[in-house]
């Protein structure tokens, strides 16, 4: 175990990182996920990611998951364009396994994994932001992960409101909810 291993396991790591530590610090950490993984983006796409020397769509982890009986929830505010989709395609246990939410007002960025570790800060789920991609071609991203209790709970809070559907009664923009929760 790692240094870095050990301050995580901390109970009150709070790390803030940028560009691609993000990556690793976050992308990485979701395949080791037991219980469960929530993650809310205002974008997604088909970003991509390294695991044995070999690259993988990231929903090829979520599905991996899946098979272990890791509940995966997915919040997201438009539509993800073809390129996700036709990868999507390609893991029919998804389909009926991950359960996933559109809310045209979701900007906040957090991935929370077991209720243990959350990561909030600017990155969207794309290869830009969380991907694998390159220093010189990947966005300027900063955020925080921690596994402070109060911190992961209060992410955990914001992102349950909105999947329950907390907002959505006196929401100002149901005309562009494809799918309001209430």
């Known amino acids: 175990m790692g240094e870095q291993d050990r301050k995580r396991n901390s109970m009150n790591y709070i790390h803030f990182i940028t560009n691609s ?16 993984v929530w993650i809310g983006t205002a974008d997604i796409k088909d970003l ?21 009986g890791v509940a995966i929830r997915l919040l997201h505010a438009k539509e993800p364009g073809a ?19 559109l809310c045209p007002r979701v900007h906040f960025k957090h991935i929370i994994i077991d209720g243990k570790l959350a990561y909030t800060g600017s ?36 992102f349950d409101e909105v999947w329950m559907g907390k907002f959505c009664r006196n929401c100002k923009r149901r005309d562009y909810c494809g799918d309001p929760i209430l």
């Open 83 to 101: 390129n996700f989709r036709k990868s999507f395609d390609k893991y029919p246990l998804l389909w009926d396994n991950i359960e996933r939410q």
């Open 123 to 158: 990155a969207n789920l794309t290869g830009a932001g969380l991907g694998m991609k390159g220093d010189n071609t990947r966005n300027f991203e900063s955020g925080i992960v921690t596994t402070d209790k109060e911190l992961v709970s209060a992410v955990m809070d914001q």
């Open 21 to 36: 530590q993000l990556y690793k610090d976050v992308t990485e950490s979701v395949a080791d996920a037991k219980s469960f």
């Open 48 to 68: 991509h990611v390294k695991q044995g020397g070999r690259v993988f769509s990231f929903l090829s982890v979520l599905d991996s998951l899946v098979k272990k």
